[in-house]
């Protein structure tokens, strides 16, 4: 049993975290983007989170991975906005099936898990700190 | 007199194997169906005072110090997505357990200092 590896589960979870702040960060830039390359508005995206196995023996310990990241399929929001370049005959525009309140929530819990791994890593740090101290006076 | 020192180290052992766990579930905070672990120390150290208290020759004596180390599944109620992982709980856990394991290097080393002194003499 290595003490890094405690290390690699914090890192581990920071880059999840991280990932899954820039899919919540392109979520709410394309809050008004009605055109995409594959024709339509945007669709939300949000990311799949599945534990990472880093070390087997004599216990296993888990990080995790963003595994996948996918794309939201609830109906998209329509307004009458018959001004607008993408507005069908009828005015109604078709506007990305993002909620701001949704990916600010997404937001917050994101970033409190972070600060936890990096609360974790610091820990993990004092004590590998600590344990050179040994027998040193 | 040397039984502190293998007493400590097994203290230390499981401090740092579970400070692994926990790291585990607060990376798994947001992870859906994953449920928390944690190693309880009451078990594993009650089981192992027993054990050094040998009192007879014939008693048989573990020669590893450290034992298949216990984890078990938390029970508390999981939440919509399957995780069970309470994040402030956790980071709860992960404090007190560091503050352990810095019990036992601080003790490890008054130890150390006390056969230091011994020696001088």
Redesign the interface.
């Known amino acids: ?1 290595n ?1 890094f ?2 290390l690699q ?2 890192a ?2 920071l880059e ?1 975290q991280r990932q ?1 702040m820039n899919v919540i960060a392109s979520n709410m830039a394309n809050v008004n983007s009605t055109r995409t390359e594959g024709g339509g508005p945007y669709r939300r995206m949000e990311v ?4 990472l196995t880093v ?1 087997q023996n ?7 991975e963003v595994v996948d990241i996918v794309r939201d399929n609830s109906p998209f929001k329509t307004i009458y906005d018959p001004g607008h370049p993408d507005a069908d005959k009828e005015g109604n525009v078709a506007l990305p099936n993002v909620n701001v309140i949704e990916e600010m929530v997404n937001m917050m ?2 970033f ?2 972070y600060e ?2 990096v ?2 890593f610091n ?2 740090k ?2 590998i700190m ?2 050179l ?5 | 007199m040397n039984e502190g020192f293998a007493a400590l180290e097994r203290l ?1 052992f499981l401090a ?2 579970r ?6 579930n ?7 169906d ?1 449920k928390a672990k944690d190693i309880k120390f009451d078990d594993v150290l009650e089981d192992e005072a027993i054990a050094v208290r040998v009192t007879h020759p014939s008693h048989i004596v573990q020669k590893d110090g450290v034992r ?2 216990g ?1 078990v599944i938390e029970t508390m109620q999981p939440w919509k997505d399957k995780n069970n992982v309470e ?1 402030d709980m ?2 709860a856990k ?2 007190e357990n ?1 503050l352990l ?2 019990a036992g ?1 601080t003790m ?2 008054a130890k ?2 006390m056969f230091r002194n011994a020696l001088r003499r």
């Open positions: 049993m003490s590896t405690v589960i914090s581990s979870a999840a899954r799949v989170f599945s534990p070390e004599p216990a296993p310990l888990y990080g995790v819990m994101s409190r898990a936890a791994s609360a974790t820990i993990t004092s004590m600590k344990t101290e040994l027998g040193r006076a | 230390l740092s194997k400070h692994g766990v926990i790291a585990s607060i990376a798994n905070a947001d992870t859906p994953y298949g180390v984890i994040l956790e980071v992960m404090t560091a394991f810095q290097i490890l080393t150390m200092r």
